[in-house]
């Protein structure tokens, strides 16, 4: 109609995983904004857009306890592992906070992640559901489907991709910025790394820090210390990258601090989630506060 009325419309753009599913023609489409359509979730399964068998994305978590009186199993994936997504829940069939499944990828009988708090999830056979709570040791892993696969997959920082039926890790796909993939080539643990002189290296300090949550006393990270050859390093990188930086023309200084700016707003949720548990702070106020501040801060020196 656009272009009836004489609009040019260089760009026609469609979107949501159904249409890419179905679409039968794309004539005078420029752009298909396919969702989730490369993993599908349970939303999408919900509404009768896959089979269970075409969900690629999964969060493999571990048994940690029993509370057999309430006909719970425990396990170390809350919602920090699988998201605060509940999009089944206004579905016919609710799933909880996932769909729980052994390790090889096949669900048992109305299991799911029934509630979780932000480290630890319980799974409970589906209220109103006669099948059998399964016998799952301590230690046992189990695999879990989520309900939103952009919301399971933006907690974590890359896809651990496995091949058909083996469980080896066959690669892995950062999510993240340029530095993280750079990381991820060389196979260096990142957090024995540190970036020196544009570079990911490996640090000569071998204490490891504990960085703990104020709010709540627990040890959520490590970190190593690094050393006086480590500090050289770093200062004799940056005394040499100097003069070519004090020669940067102001456009192209603003041009990266902008950028700056862009990832830090892309990547805002998983930093409040960083800073809330760095510093015991709420992750409201994290939310609310401290990263709005920061990007402020930010866009004042461009």
């Keep these: ?12 753009s469609v979107g949501s995983t159904p249409t890419a599913h179905f679409v039968c023609n794309l004539d005078g489409v420029t752009e298909v904004r396919a969702g989730v359509f490369m993993f599908f979730d349970l939303v999408m399964h919900g509404i009768g857009v896959c089979a269970l068998d075409d969900i690629a994305l999964s969060v493999v978590a571990t048994v940690i306890g029993h509370r057999h009186e309430k006909g719970w199993i425990l396990i170390d994936g809350g919602w920090m592992a699988m998201s605060r997504d509940r999009g089944t829940s206004r ?15 096949t669900p048992w009988p109305d299991l799911i992640v029934d509630d979780a708090s932000q480290e ?8 109103g559901s006669g099948a059998t709570l399964p016998d799952l040791a301590i230690g046992q892993r189990v695999r879990i489907l989520p309900n939103h696969a952009c919301a399971t997959g933006a907690q974590h920082g890359a896809y651990q991709v496995i091949e058909g039926n083996s469980h080896a890790i066959a690669a892995v796909w950062p999510r993240y910025c340029e530095m993280t993939m750079q990381l991820a080539e060389t196979g260096l643990d990142p957090r024995e790394c540190a970036y020196i002189d544009g570079q990911w290296q490996k640090q000569s300090g071998r204490e490891r820090l504990p960085v703990v949550n104020p709010a709540t006393g627990q040890v959520f990270a490590h970190v190593v210390a690094g050393d006086r050859t480590d500090l050289d390093r770093a200062v004799a990188a940056a005394r040499a990258a100097f003069p070519a930086f004090a020669a940067t023309p102001v456009a192209e200084r603003l041009a990266l601090l902008e950028r700056i700016h862009a990832l830090m707003t892309e990547q805002a949720e998983a930093l409040a989630q960083t800073l809330s548990q760095e510093m015991g702070a709420a992750i409201s106020h994290a939310r609310a506060a401290h990263v709005p501040f920061a990007l402020a801060h930010v866009q004042a020196a461009i």
């Excluded at 579905?91 to 990828?105: A, E, K, N, S, W």
């Excluded at 630890?120 to 209220?127: E, N, Q």
Aim: aromatic share 2%; hydrophobic share 35%.
């Design 1 to 12: 109609m656009l272009r009836d009325a004489g609009h040019a419309c260089p760009v026609v």
């Design 91 to 105: 579905h016919p069939v609710d799933q909880g906070y996932g769909l729980v499944c052994d390790i090889d990828g």
């Design 120 to 127: 630890h999830g319980i799974i409970k056979v589906r209220p």
